[in-house]
């Protein structure tokens, strides 16, 4: 298996058809050796039958039932840790990343021989649409905060759209202790750059999802406490020696 795509999903029946589509629409004129997990929280939605019916025409797609809502970034380690592929893809299933964005992110990080690619908003040439302010300005700035006291090169750290080689989450998974998000993508970051793998940025677009596609499940202000605690504890009590 080359590439594994995952999938965090909660309460997203109606986009699921949908994001396959697109992925299988765009990826297979580049390859077809890959599969597309999606991790599910226990829905009560249906999102978990939608998955299976597409599943049983299309044995590259998969369901992956996490047991229980404990954050997305529990549910994206979940997933991760499930792949078969060499190589490692995260999107979320309302696409408000683009499919071509990361083919252009794949052959980026092949000409660089980099061991991942994040799809950066905050990079030069990268932007956020239609995203309400508060909490562009929020995701912003505390990705542009959290790389300074990190001393970090990357603006995007936080980020959830990304291709990495496999051998990332092999090497750092026991380190990997947070269920939040943004606080699990950028432990995770954190500890690969710490591992030394060579990790860089690529200019994306991302466009907020619109009403019909449901609305995000995330909440600024839950976040930021969490996320604010998780730095100090970073600091603090710093992993890797």
Known sequence: MKYSFVIPVYNERINIESAANEIRNKFDSYSKDYEILFVDDNSPDGTGEEVMKLALKDDRIKLFQHGK???????IKYGYLQTQGQFIIGIDVDLSQ???????????????KADMVIGSRYTK????INK??????????????????????????????????RKIIDNIKNLLVENGH???????????????????????????????KGVSKLSVTKEIPS???????????????
């Open 182 to 212: 943004p606080s699990f993508m950028t432990e995770f970051t954190y500890f690969a750059k710490k591992k030394n793998f060579k990790i860089l940025e690529y200019p994306i677009i991302f466009i907020e999802r619109d009403a019909s």
């Open 227 to 241: 996320y604010l605690k998780f730095i100090l504890k970073l600091i603090r009590d710093d992993k890797i020696k």
């Open 125 to 128: 040439g990268g932007k956020q």
């Open 132 to 165: 309400p302010w508060v909490r562009d300005f929020a995701s912003k700035s505390m990705n542009y905060l959290v790389s300074k006291i990190l001393r970090m090169q990357i603006y995007d750290l936080s980020h959830t759209f990304r291709v990495f080689d």
């Open 98 to 112: 683009s499919v071509d964005d990361l083919l252009k992110m794949i052959r980026f990080m092949k000409n660089n």
């Open 69 to 75: 809502k404990n954050g997305l970034g529990a549910a």
